[in-house]
């Protein structure tokens, strides 16, 4: 298959995904549990992304490598047995090298994961919009991309490159490495660590040519598919979700009671979890 291609058709999940990215901009919210991943279909969406940051949160822990393959594979496999849409699944570093790299890809071609994204960072990495990052040489990425490309049973599957060079390299650098990862056969590539609007608009216009994901929440997604960005993982409402988490917990210490809208309670959310083992 040729890099950067994406074509549609088939019931796989790699397929079903691909056969999406044909039609246009996929957006796909972040989520870390089989009830977000549900809540995310039930609202429609078509793919769901399961999150690296949110999946160590989960464990009351930092996105620092504090967790690894067979955590992150377990739980993409809990992500998508919940919902029938398309699973985009981070897989940090591939976690180790290039034989790691293809163990990684089977463990998550087996949970049932589209695609899944690996990248250049050294290991333990951290969340891509923290300081402090340091990558490996390009060299040593584009033989993870080859192996990852080598180890999917699924022709489907989608290989996504991301590259965490921005910060600690510069423009040229990053987006230097992101022509040399789709060239060794990633299908889509992931600029990390865009902070601004300025910063995605540049990464859109100097890769204009290059399948990309773009990790954010700053644009909307119509703005997203105008700058020619393929897939849009939203971080916002991850981060939603812990601001207003914390602010009912400051509600409860402060006044003994937590006000809910009238649709709240156990019922809704029962009903669509029995929805899903019904159909």
Known sequence: MEAGAVSAGGDSPGMRLR???????????????????????????????????????????????????????????RVAGAVRVPVIADADTGYGNEANVARTVELYE????????????????????????RVIPAEEMELKVRAAVRARRDPATVIIARTDALAPLGREAAAER???????????????????????????????????????????????????YRLYLHLGVMLRHFADFRAALGELRATGRVQLGEDAGVEWITALLDRGREE
């Open 110 to 133: 087996r949970a049932g994961v589209a695609a899944l994204h690996i990248e250049d960072q050294e290991w333990p990495k951290r969340c891509g919009f923290l300081e402090g990052k």
């Open 178 to 228: 992101a022509r040399r990862y789709l060239a060794a056969g990633a299908d889509l590539v992931f600029l990390d660590g865009l902070k601004d609007r300025e910063t995605i608009a540049w990464a859109a216009e100097e890769l204009r040519d290059i399948p990309l994901v773009l990790n954010s929440w700053l644009l909307t997604p119509g703005e997203a598919e105008a700058l020619g």
């Open 19 to 77: 056969a999406l990215l044909e039609r246009g901009l996929v957006v796909a919210p972040f989520v870390f549990d089989g009830v977000q991943a549900r809540l995310a279909e039930a609202a429609g969406f078509d793919a769901v992304y399961m999150s690296g940051f949110g999946t160590a949160a989960s464990w009351g822990l930092p996105d620092r490598g504090l967790i690894g393959l067979g955590e992150m594979a377990a739980n993409a496999a």
